[in-house]
């Protein structure tokens, strides 16, 4: 290199090469549309825990190292070590215990999300520990528990949550692991039976957790009682080194979140004390005999998994926060990035188009939709859960685990959706790992099959509506409140029709409701006939199953939509504008939902082609008036820039100055390659 070349290098490195004049294009968008306060809307978007959302957020900012990195540099090791260096900044500042824990769940909803807001590795790895570990000892413990949540709670001991197997993840009632009760000593032998009953995925197991709570299969005087939960050491907690009687490794490399340590862990004929049973649900006697609160395995394990219902509420939260990083980068990017125009006039924002707006405006709304979600889960789940205490088969808590299961299985495929259209929209940018949008759904990914597939978890959600079903085609009457709209005389649905206002809020809701009589007679209709053509239940259900699907999924869009009504209406007299807005928004929701299931609509002749021209005509308008307003929309709604860290979704809308530093701050940017010996040796004649 001469040195002419070297000194523009150098000068390159300093100054930038890149350098563009201040850019007013967000700025400029942002004022566009209807005016309304930003902070009111923010408040109605956050109102629930809005306390909580004040007094967590500067926690966030007072950590220096809560700062986003281009996470595709840095190794496996580097990215859990970074993690542990933040959860270590962060400690000190937080106030939970296990006091607070249990008395206001709503505080921990709201961090939860700020977490996920932030990152989602560095949310799971801590949600591991909290939501997934000490869950299981303050659902399934005693008091004799105690002292091992405390040092949890202080973060004195990290735990982690064996359940998955290799060879088993939802079924989990298949696990193969065993515990055996060894009466001389009151012991239990932990065993891994054959290679398919390894604990699989366990997060922080690899390499961090000292203790686990492990389920598997309790025997007691040679008979298998079902499924029980045992919190172990696997780890000392002083050396780190793994216990003998366990083999422990590392899970290896995945598509993201390697910043957890997933690990695989292996029982050799490990030994613990009685007081590793999680004994809140079953104990054994002096005597060796085996006493229960509820008699049945299979009602047992319901009772188990359905008090660790905060790992799957998770899911819904990181969705709401992964789409709203995603749509903050998205929908900024639109409105600085400027592509063609008319002739002779200047190249406009894409976010102008019409069909930019078709395909970024149905996620806003969605995102209205999850955040929804999040509030009824929210608000429903320490009401829930001490009916659930009380009583553990209760019909309340059969119903949130079935509205549960429609909620993640919505929120986490609307939020992939999402993300992946912002990164599309984004285009070459969008691509780029500075943009952070590959980060986020790689990360999100996963949250369609953990805490439950979602094809599996939509089963859970159709197999309740149908036992509902048919305790009503008994003679019962369905007093789940979420159930009311079930309507067994299938003439009575058909005979109703669309009114002229069928395109008005209250009307679209009581369409979905028909819609989904619709698909229940259709999906009793064809298990009755499978009935009839297969040889069990088992095969009769399964060959159902692409009929009951979508009953699960309309379920959960109306249960999100009647919150979305009421919390439209509650902007009824306080603000004209913010109340046309969220107003539109929700009807966006309404009608995008309801194009999906159009040719349902039209072969029972509830819709004719003109509500299928009324329908699409009004998708596009509420598109193109609500696309004039969604960058103010997302200002007021957007976590600060140093939170999603993308740096062309900053709130200045200095994109390509953002880009290119970053670029150009990037050590080998102005480099030759390393390589160049091997280059050479290919085009060397």
């Not at 996920?116 to 008091?143: K, N, P, Q, W």
């Not at 050799?268 to 079953?282: A, C, E, H, M, Q």
Request: aromatic content about 10%; overall charge neutral.
């Amino acid at each position: 290199m001469d040195k002419l070349n070297r000194l523009n290098m150098i000068q390159g490195h300093i100054l930038g090469n890149l350098s563009f004049p201040n850019d007013t294009s967000l700025s400029d968008y942002v004022q566009r549309g209807p005016s309304f306060n930003k902070t009111a809307l923010h408040d109605f978007y956050y109102e629930i825990g809005l306390e909580y959302y004040k007094d967590l957020r500067p926690i966030f900012e007072q950590c220096p190292s809560l700062r986003h990195t281009n996470i595709f540099k840095l190794s496996k090791a580097d990215k859990r070590k970074l993690i542990i260096e933040q959860l270590t900044e962060m400690k000190p500042k937080l106030n939970f215990d296990r006091k607070s824990h249990a008395d206001n769940s709503l505080r921990g909803f709201v961090f939860g999300r700020l977490l996920f807001s932030f990152d989602m590795a560095f949310c799971v790895r801590l949600g591991v520990h909290s939501t997934l570990y000490i869950d299981s000892i303050l659902s399934l413990g005693t008091e004799k528990h105690i002292p091992m949540l405390d040092k949890a709670f202080s973060l004195q001991e990290i735990g982690c949550f064996a359940m998955t197997e290799l060879g088993h993840g939802s079924n989990v009632s298949g696990i193969a692991t065993t515990a055996t009760f060894i009466p001389e000593t009151r012991e239990f032998e932990i065993n891994t039976p054959n290679s398919l009953a390894t604990k699989w995925w366990i997060g922080a197991a690899g390499q961090t957790a000292v203790k686990s709570t492990v389920f598997a299969q309790l025997y007691v005087g040679g008979k298998n009682k079902g499924v029980h939960a045992f919190v172990v050491d696997i780890r000392e907690k002083d050396t780190h080194n793994v216990k003998n009687g366990i083999i422990i490794g590392d899970c290896g490399g995945k598509f993201e979140l390697d910043g957890i340590d997933n690990g695989f862990i292996i029982f050799k004929n490990y030994r613990v004390p009685y007081d590793s049973l999680l004994d809140g649900i079953s104990q054994i006697d002096d005597k060796g005999h085996f006493i229960s609160q509820i008699a049945k395995k299979e009602k047992r394990l319901g009772r188990m998994l359905s008090s660790l219902i905060r790992g799957r509420t998770s899911v819904t939260s990181a969705s709401e926060a992964n789409l709203k990083n995603a749509l903050t980068i998205g929908i900024r990017w639109a409105a600085i990035r400027k592509q063609f125009g008319p002739p002779g006039k200047p190249e406009v924002p894409i976010l102008d188009y019409q069909l930019t707006r078709n395909r970024l405006l149905p996620h806003l709304a969605n995102l209205f939709a999850i955040n929804a979600a999040c509030e009824i889960t929210f608000l429903q789940y320490d009401p829930i859960k001490n009916l659930m205490t009380a009583d553990p088969e209760c019909n309340e808590g059969v119903e949130f685990h079935a509205v549960l299961s429609a909620f993640k299985v919505l929120t986490s495929d609307w939020c992939f959706a999402g993300i992946h259209e912002c990164r599309k929209i984004c285009g070459g940018i969008g691509y780029s790992s500075h943009s952070r949008l590959g980060e986020l759904l790689a990360k999100h990914d996963v949250n369609m099959t953990w805490e439950g597939d979602n094809y599996v978890l939509l089963q859970q959600t159709s197999a309740f509506i149908v036992k509902q079903i048919q305790k009503s085609l008994g003679g019962k009457k369905v007093s789940l409140k979420t159930l009311q709209m079930i309507e067994t005389d299938f003439a009575t649905v058909k005979k109703q029709k669309p009114c002229k206002d069928w395109l008005e809020i209250p009307e679209l809701v009581k369409s979905f409701k028909i819609l989904f009589n619709f698909i229940l007679h259709k999906a009793m209709v064809k298990l009755q006939d499978n009935a009839g053509k297969a040889g069990t239940l088992f095969d009769a259900w399964n060959l159902s199953q692409p009929a009951l699907q979508n009953l699960g999924r309309i379920f959960g869009i109306i249960i999100i939509s009647e919150r979305l009504v009421v919390k439209t209406e509650s902007l009824k007299g306080k603000c004209a504008v913010l109340y046309d807005l969220i107003s539109k928004m929700t009807k966006l929701f309404l009608v995008d939902k309801m194009l999906a299931y159009v040719p349902e609509m039209l072969a029972n002749e509830y819709f004719n082609r003109n509500h299928l021209n009324e329908l699409e005509g009004m998708f596009t308008g509420l598109c193109g008036e609500l696309g004039e307003s969604s960058a103010r929309i997302i200002d007021a709604i957007a976590e600060e820039d140093f939170m999603f860290g993308s740096c062309i979704g900053r709130k200045d809308g200095q994109a390509y100055q953002h880009l290119a530093n970053e670029i150009e701050s990037q050590p080998d940017c102005y480099q030759a390659a390393p390589w160049i010996d091997v280059l050479k040796k290919l085009i060397t004649p």
